[in-house]
T-cell receptor, first 113, second 116 residues
């Protein structure tokens, strides 16, 4: 069965700390990978996506993620977090068999000023 | 460009009733997907519609249904509501690319359904 797992449910960091959120997937065939963010009171927004090509993808707001096929991973990174990055982050995957996303359980990030 | 809109934003129903939620996709997007978000189960895929046809369906009971109209607007219906149907229902739209693949999904603000 297709699945996405996120290792950390809650992460607390101080401003300027580096961030890495883990994501592993289990999918057959070609996989498309996404990171979405949900700020408090706002709707899901796409941070970045990987369809093919360069496994290091850069997204909005200084976020990046690396697709490592051998490890079935797509970890999200940011070198220096800000208080405004406080949000819930979701890793998601799909394949070209259909436009349906499988989400991980989410990681709540709190950044202390 | 206007984003995905969902109506109503909030809804309170009682057990046994039925409810219809509406979603208007981004102009030009023909694929509309629905998701249920709950604290316990997280985000789960309900179904996807493309050109008025259901293309994919998640693992939800038959009480959950949907449809899409010729202008790509979509509705989902839940009949015989149960307490466990209380959730945030999200709609997402995406563009079908010429190469035969989808682009990313853009999400609406959701409809929060409370079942009493």
């Amino acid at each position: 069965a297709q699945s996405v797992s996120q290792h950390n449910h809650h992460v607390i960091l101080s401003e300027a700390a580096s961030l890495e959120l883990g994501c592993n997937y289990s999918y057959g065939g070609t996989v498309n990978l996404f990171w979405y963010v949900q700020y408090p009171g706002q709707h899901l927004q796409l941070l970045l996506k990987y369809f093919s090509g360069d496994p290091l993808v850069k997204g909005i707001k200084g976020f990046e993620a690396e697709f490592i096929k051998s490890k079935f991973s797509f970890n999200l990174r940011k070198p220096s977090v800000q208080w405004s990055d406080t949000a819930e982050y979701f890793c998601a995957a799909s394949n070209n068999a259909g436009n349906m996303l499988t989400f991980g359980g989410g990681t709540r990030l709190m950044v202390k000023p | 460009k206007a984003g995905v809109t969902q109506t109503p934003r909030y809804l309170i129903k009682t057990r046994g009733q039925q409810v219809t939620l509406s979603c208007s996709p981004i102009s030009g997007h023909r694929s509309v997907s629905w998701y249920q978000q709950t604290p316990g189960q997280g985000l789960q895929f309900l179904f996807e519609y493309f050109s008025e046809t259901q293309r994919n369906k998640g693992n939800f009971p038959g009480r959950f249904s949907g449809r899409q109209f010729s202008n790509s607007r979509s509705e989902m219906n839940v009949s015989t509501l149960e307490l466990g149907d209380s959730a945030l229902y999200l709609c997402a739209s995406s563009l079908w690319l010429a190469g035969g693949t989808y682009n990313e999904q853009f999400f609406g603000p959701g409809t929060r359904l409370t079942v009493l």
